[in-house]
């Protein structure tokens, strides 16, 4: 069973650019999730799709970032114009709608702006 | 809102040895869950044991064991017999309810491990 990944694994772009995060979850998880690091700060939630739908998108920072999961399989996480504070590692992890233990983690995805 | 706290940004630790990781947190909740993950260099963030606050028992998976004091407020890892691939970052993350599917986890700075041979 393949894992949950990331696309693409580094992205360096220019400040005031638009950049695309790519998520494709465990095949059957209906909850996905997104966070990401900041350099020196902790992991940080964004938000959570339970299918297409936004559970919880209280961790987003601003009407710069913005998150969709259409069809409820694949998530894009778009900045749009990325800023120099938006540099860090976005992860993105998936669950089963079960009761379970863990969220499984993709690989991350490298984020630097210039 | 929740806190999670580790107060050891690295450490060293001979192979073989056992090493423990800190971590306490803070909430106001009666119901959460405790996960340690793992993050090698490679930068994939791989679960490694869970801790409900109603557990009685101290999980326990493999060489991984989370020393849960609930009074204290600490959900410590310890790895026994240290091996050179435990050398990583770990973290330890909490959600609100035993469940994580479906809950938002917090986590905490992190603690960079290497073992030296």
């Known amino acids: 069973e393949a894992g949950v990944t990331q696309f693409p694994s580094h992205s360096v772009i220019e400040k005031g650019q638009t950049v695309t995060l790519r998520c494709d979850p465990i095949?059957?998880?209906?909850?996905l999730y997104w966070y990401r690091r900041v350099m020196g700060k902790e992991i940080k939630f964004l938000l959570h799709f339970v299918k297409e739908s936004k559970q919880d998108e209280s961790g987003m920072p601003n009407n710069r970032f913005l998150a969709e999961r259409t069809g409820g399989t694949y998530s894009t996480l778009k900045v749009q114009p990325a800023e120099l504070e938006d540099s860090g590692v976005y992860f993105c992890a998936s669950s089963q709608d079960l009761v379970i233990d863990e969220q499984f983690f993709g690989p991350g995805t490298r984020l630097t702006v210039l | 809102a929740q806190k999670i706290t580790q107060t050891q940004p690295g450490m060293f630790v001979q192979e073989k040895e056992a090493v423990t990781l800190d971590c306490t947190y803070d909430t106001s909740d009666q119901s959460y869950g405790l996960f340690w993950y793992k993050q090698p260099s490679s930068g994939e963030m791989i679960f490694l044991i869970y801790?409900?606050?109603?557990?009685?028992q101290n999980a326990t998976e493999g060489r991984y064991s989370l020393n849960f004091q609930k009074a204290r407020k600490s959900a410590n890892l310890v790895i026994s017999a240290s091996q050179l691939g435990d050398s990583a970052m770990y973290f330890c993350a909490m959600s609100l309810r035993e469940e994580a599917a479906g809950n938002k986890l917090t986590f905490g700075g992190g603690t960079r491990v290497l073992v030296k041979p």
């Open positions: 801790q409900g606050s109603y557990d009685e």
């Open positions: 095949s059957g998880h209906d909850n």
